[in-house]
């Protein structure tokens, strides 16, 4: 088998070829594929970098080759169902326009793999934007601002992405580009959801799922808009039908063999851990699709899931220092297991203060396994959630708890009381219309 730099010579020399016809035109297209292939799996990011650059000139000689090709097909079609079946001119169907993926698209792609390589590919991907524009060439110009939106999101650029969105917004819907308007739509929903926006992220997502009505909605883009359906209902603690979507995504990305099905199985064994489900979790694992997925991102589920059941702090500390790139990268993750922490930490406390009237928060922490600066001052915050009730005497360092008060019941019946005076004014008003 060849090396890398084998191959790089290879590819090269084909590219350099003076040939220009059609067959030698299809093998500098593969040759420049495959050589961004070898650049990525080598990670060579300022080597692909200079590639696009330097064969631009080249893919758009391919891009209008195919081009010319397709369209005078669609003309010789026209041609001959003119010449069978006679008709005016204006009933003959117009010769449709080439949907190409333009390789500038897929090189940049590329850059997905490799490491460290966001800034690089905002980069590249800006010069083709402008390249496109100087060529004229709308379509993928379009393809190109999308994908920038993305890139954008993944590097935190929530300004500079919604600032684009809002002008591809307007002149897709301009054009009625249907499907590139969903994906736009998506993106928004997801940059307003990183800017904790969830009213505007719904309403983005309606308008997407609106628009993928109108047209055929590919399976890849159905699961990414179920993913987001299920992201947004997990946010809003409706864990029951972010599972249900969480399960359409997965069998989207199944059917078409996409990596990020595993996503898809995590956030549904989230719901079930987040439900207090945890027993489901070890039945959904061992099911046949998730079979398919078994690794390090199920394990670390797993983990939680039993930390969960068990009720143990330890546990969970444990499960997170053991799978820190599973469960802290994700920011939906880790934030849906910040709220599990602190639930599961509360749980804890109530339990081990439970049988005390004044207690050491120094022993409390001792027994939770943690600082006792962060035991004082969740007791803290319980207190003032009425979690118990109690005082915190920070001069002795203990905790007093107080038995529950009785309920006072003034409120209620004066409530109840109220309601039956107003029963008895509309039974008076009745019967003094009666009268009159």
Known sequence: MATPEQQIALYTATLNSPDNDEDALKNKEQALLKLGEVYRDTRKAQELATLIRSSRDFMSSIAKAKTAKIAGSELENVRRLHAHRPTSPSSLPLPSAPTLLHPVKTLIDLFSDIPDSLPLQIEVCKDNIEWSVQEKRIYLRQSLETRLVALYLDNKMYSEALALILVLLKELKRLDDKMVLVEVQLLESRVCHALRNLPKARAALTS?????????????????????????????????????????????????????????????????????????????????????????????????????????????????????????????????????????????????????????????????????????????????????????????????????????????????????????????????????
Do not use: W
């Open 208 to 436: 997407a799922r609106t628009s993928a009505n109108a047209i055929y909605c590919p399976p890849l883009l159905q699961a990414a808009l179920d993913m987001q359906s299920g992201i947004l209902h997990a946010e809003e603690k409706d864990y029951k039908t972010a599972y249900s979507y969480f399960y359409e995504t997965l069998e989207g990305y199944s059917s078409q063999e996409d990596p990020r099905a595993v996503l898809a199985l995590k956030y549904m064994l989230l719901c079930k851990i987040m439900l207090n489900l945890t027993e489901d979790v070890h039945s959904i694992i061992n099911g046949k699709v998730a079979l398919r997925y078994a690794g390090s991102e199920v394990e670390a589920m797993k983990a939680i899931a039993t930390a969960h059941q068990n009720r143990s702090l330890q546990e969970f500390e444990t499960a997170l220092a053991t799978y820190p790139s599973e469960l802290n990268n994700d920011p939906i993750i880790r934030s849906q297991l910040a709220a599990l922490y602190d639930t599961l930490l509360e749980q804890n406390l109530v339990r081990i203060i439970e049988p005390f009237s004044r207690v050491e928060i120094e022993r409390v922490a001792e027994i939770v396994k943690l600082p006792t600066a962060q035991v004082e001052t969740k007791l803290s915050q319980m207190i003032l959630d009425k979690a118990f009730h109690g005082i915190l005497d920070q001069g002795a360092g203990c905790l007093i708890v107080f038995d529950e008060p009785p309920e006072d019941k003034t409120y209620d019946t004066t409530i109840d009381t109220l309601k039956q005076m107003e029963k008895v004014v509309e039974s008076l008003y009745e019967k003094a219309a009666k009268l009159s």
